[in-house]
């Protein structure tokens, strides 16, 4: 099992450029989340999805938009990125309701200019 | 929203050192989880203690959720316990919303 994946590892965009984050997961879980993680910071939630047709916002929603395109999978997307908007996106999943312990993935560093 | 804070923010330790870090939380929990952060920037999770006591290896975890904190222990630390160990709550609400405390950095020395 690969678990949590993530892509692309690395991105550098312009200011006003989009993009999407794509994650994947092969547990069969039901829930899954996108974080930000800023320096000397932790995890701080972007938005969730708590199962399959279901997304919410977390902590620090504005400037994203969200995709559970399917039970693995589930997008994160820049419309038009700003300066703010450099981090790494941890994508993360966990089976549900009985049981909430988050896998995470990789990891994606973006760094807007 | 919830407040976790975790202490110390830094921890220096010889190898073959024990060591405990704390988290305090502001309010009633459903969910607390530890995490490693590595080096490289990997998330592991190492613990899901909403109460009671875990051990896995030379770490275990202890929540008195009553009292809202939280020890993690490392005994006989190697090189590799190096890293950022972060606490994540949920509060009682069951809403899925994970928050992160700052984290505390653990750097062990051979």
């Known amino acids: 099992n690969a678990g949590v994946t993530q892509t692309p590892k690395f991105q550098v965009l312009k200011t006003g450029q989009s993009m999407t984050l794509q994650c994947a997961q092969d547990m069969n879980h039901n829930s899954m989340y996108w974080y930000r993680q800023d320096p000397g910071m932790g995890l701080r939630l972007i938005y969730y999805s708590a199962s399959e047709g279901t997304t919410d916002k977390g902590e620090v929603p504005n400037g994203y938009n969200v995709s559970r395109l399917n039970k693995r999978e589930f997008s994160l997307r820049l419309e038009s990125a700003a300066p703010s908007q450099t981090s790494v996106y941890f994508c993360a999943s966990s089976l549900g309701a009985n049981d909430q312990t988050q896998y995470f993935g990789p990891g994606t560093r973006l760094l807007v200019l | 929203g919830i407040q976790v804070e975790q202490s110390p923010p830094d921890l220096i330790l010889q190898e073959g050192a024990n060591s405990t870090l704390r988290c305090n939380f502001s309010d009633s929990v459903n969910n607390l989880q530890w995490f490693h952060q590595n080096p490289w920037g990997q998330l592991i999770n190492l613990f899901y203690?909403?109460?009671g006591t875990k051990q896995n290896g030379r770490l275990s975890a202890t929540t008195v959720a009553t009292e809202r904190y939280s020890l993690l222990y490392i005994s006989s630390s190697q090189t590799t316990d190096s890293g950022v160990y972060f606490c994540?709550?949920?509060?009682?609400?069951?809403?899925?919303?994970?928050?992160f405390g700052a984290g505390t950095t653990v750097t062990v020395r051979a």
């Open positions: 203690i909403p109460s």
């Open positions: 994540a709550v949920e509060r009682r609400s069951n809403d899925y919303k994970l928050s």
